[in-house]
């Protein structure tokens, strides 16, 4: 498996609370993605990253944000939590924007 | 990821039947494709993908797929079907024309009854 690290892997918190959700890969790679995953509805893209510093919206950005500081970490942000984004996340890195991606094994998060 | 679509929301098959499922996408010129699955309870792995050649390509635990391009399809098929491949399939294309996203159909749940 690709070096993916997700963190934490289960939280619950209350609406209304920031959260930040934590990617962390070891291969290097240049392409992050952050996926939402919900029944009925597969994954859905909430941001991308292509570099350092460089972010841009999925199709469910909305209530979030995000940032990528270094190669290595990329930082989801429920900016104000709400029931609605309880969910499963899933960060996917790959190297190349036309190659496959490698998923990390997903946070849980339940908003309450 | 509307440009994705996966027929089959949920099948539901007897061991050794054979199984396809499809995909297609709407993206013109170069694509790349892939087919991923999720086992219950784990995440996305990489089960095939095509780039170029032969278009009929051969991934992990015996699934295939093919690429007809007239046809904006890349579905996935297996011969005989085992309890162990029930879980949810997921097809995704990559094309310079969606720029860096990297978007998946919404899925099809695979349940294989003993």
């Keep these: 498996d690709a070096g993916i690290t997700q963190s934490p892997r289960h939280k619950v918190t209350e609406t209304g609370t920031p959260v930040t959700l934590r990617c962390h890969q070891t291969e290097n790679h240049r392409y992050m993605y952050w996926y939402r995953q919900d029944p009925g509805h597969g994954l859905r893209l909430i941001h991308y990253s292509y570099g350092v510093k460089d972010t841009d919206k999925g199709e469910v950005s909305d209530g979030y944000s995000v940032s990528r500081s270094k190669t290595e970490d990329f930082l989801l942000t429920l900016e104000s939590a709400t029931s609605s984004q309880t969910s499963v996340y899933f960060c996917a890195i790959s190297e190349r924007r036309d190659r496959e991606a490698f998923f990390g094994q997903g946070t849980r998060l339940t908003v309450v | ?114």
Excluded: M
């Design chain 2, 1 to 114: 990821a509307q440009s994705v679509s996966q027929h089959n929301h949920h099948v539901i098959l007897s061991e050794a039947a054979s199984l396809e499922l499809g995909c297609n996408y709407s993206y013109g010129g170069t694509v790349n494709l892939f087919w991923y699955v999720q086992y219950p309870g784990q995440h996305l792995q990489l089960l095939l993908k095509y780039f170029s050649g032969d278009p009929l390509v051969k991934g992990i635990k015996g699934f295939e797929a093919e690429f007809i391009k007239s046809k904006f399809s890349f579905n996935l098929r297996k011969p005989s079907v085992q309890w162990s491949d029930t879980a949810e399939y997921f097809c995704a294309p990559k094309s310079p024309n969606t720029g860096n996203q990297f978007y998946f159909g919404t899925g099809t749940s695979l349940t294989v009854i003993p």
